[in-house]
């Protein structure tokens, strides 16, 4: 069975415990330069930290770091950890072992237009017939049928090959690109916004990308208006 899945993000719950901080610790930091530090308040570093912004003294945001968890497809991630300077902790196709559930989790593009939810097996010998997604009668369109027959078939692959005693490091090879993943991506809020400009502000950023760091930008811009507020413009 193959299972479609929207990509999305999700924050761990320790970077939800150092969200509230870290403008504070911004600001501390930041003061340094100016020995300024008596003019800290309890409501100061918003104030301050959108002066740095706008006066390009962005080397301060990167003595903040934040974490988020990222839902995608491989080909999404491979665009991903080109950002410097960052860490990844990546899922692991070698270390994990998907013939041990009953599904393989996919990310299905727009082009495609297939919705979320569990597909069976569309294609039996030379037959594409009427299949079930979460129990609602879909009828494929040829090129949805052909896409899920790809991608099933690249799995069932796998599981067989994994039965036949192949390592799931070497099994892996057959996957497709379309297989979910997830990463722990960290940035410094310098990094963020760099990354916010190239993949969620960029009209050329892929599909994907785009799509979860717009809705990161719009969390982040509730978290830290300071920071982030100038990337509406």
């Given at each position: 069975?193959?299972?479609v899945?929207?990509?999305?993000?999700?924050?761990?719950e320790?970077?939800?415990?150092?969200?509230?901080?870290?403008?504070?610790?911004?600001?501390?930091?930041?003061?340094?330069?100016?020995?300024?530090?008596?003019?800290?308040?309890?409501?100061?570093?918003?104030?301050?930290?959108?002066?740095?912004?706008?006066?390009?003294?962005?080397?301060?945001?990167?003595?903040?770091?934040?974490?988020?968890?990222?839902?995608?497809?491989?080909?999404?991630?491979?665009?991903?950890?080109?950002?410097?300077?960052?860490?990844?902790?990546?899922?692991?196709?070698?270390?994990?072992?998907?013939?041990?559930?009953?599904?393989?989790?996919?990310?299905?593009?727009?082009?495609?237009?297939?919705?979320?939810?569990?597909?069976?097996?569309?294609?039996?010998?030379?037959?594409?017939?009427?299949?079930?997604?979460?129990?609602?009668?879909?009828?494929?369109?040829?090129?949805?049928?052909?896409?899920?027959?790809?991608?099933?078939?690249?799995?069932?692959?796998?599981?067989?090959?994994?039965?036949?005693?192949?390592?799931?490091?070497?099994?892996?090879?057959?996957?497709?690109?379309?297989?979910?993943?997830?990463?722990?991506v960290?940035?410094?809020?310098?990094?963020?916004?760099?990354?916010?400009?190239?993949?969620?502000?960029?009209?050329?950023?892929?599909?994907?990308?785009?799509?979860?760091?717009?809705?990161?930008?719009?969390?982040?811009?509730?978290?830290?208006?300071?920071?982030?507020?100038?990337?509406?413009?």
């Amino acid at each position: 069975m193959i299972e479609v899945i929207k990509p999305t993000y999700y924050w761990p719950e320790t970077t939800v415990q150092m969200l509230p901080f870290l403008v504070s610790h911004v600001e501390r930091c930041g003061r340094i330069c100016y020995k300024s530090e008596d003019k800290i308040t309890e409501d100061s570093a918003d104030k301050f930290v959108r002066n740095i912004c706008r006066n390009r003294h962005e080397s301060v945001l990167e003595h903040a770091t934040v974490t988020a968890i990222i839902v995608c497809s491989r080909a999404c991630s491979h665009q991903l950890v080109r950002h410097r300077i960052a860490a990844y902790s990546q899922e692991s196709q070698r270390y994990c072992n998907y013939g041990k559930v009953d599904s393989l989790k996919v990310i299905c593009p727009p082009s495609i237009g297939l919705f979320p939810g569990n597909y069976e097996s569309c294609y039996y010998g030379n037959k594409f017939p009427t299949t079930c997604c979460d129990g609602q009668a879909v009828i494929f369109n040829p090129r949805q049928t052909a896409w899920i027959h790809q991608v099933d078939g690249a799995y069932q692959e796998y599981k067989n090959e994994l039965s036949l005693g192949v390592k799931s490091e070497d099994a892996r090879y057959v996957l497709p690109n379309a297989t979910k993943t997830e990463l722990a991506v960290t940035f410094n809020l310098r990094q963020w916004r760099h990354v916010f400009q190239e993949r969620a502000l960029n009209s050329h950023a892929q599909w994907e990308i785009k799509s979860i760091f717009l809705a990161i930008l719009a969390n982040l811009q509730i978290y830290f208006p300071a920071v982030f507020d100038d990337l509406r413009e």
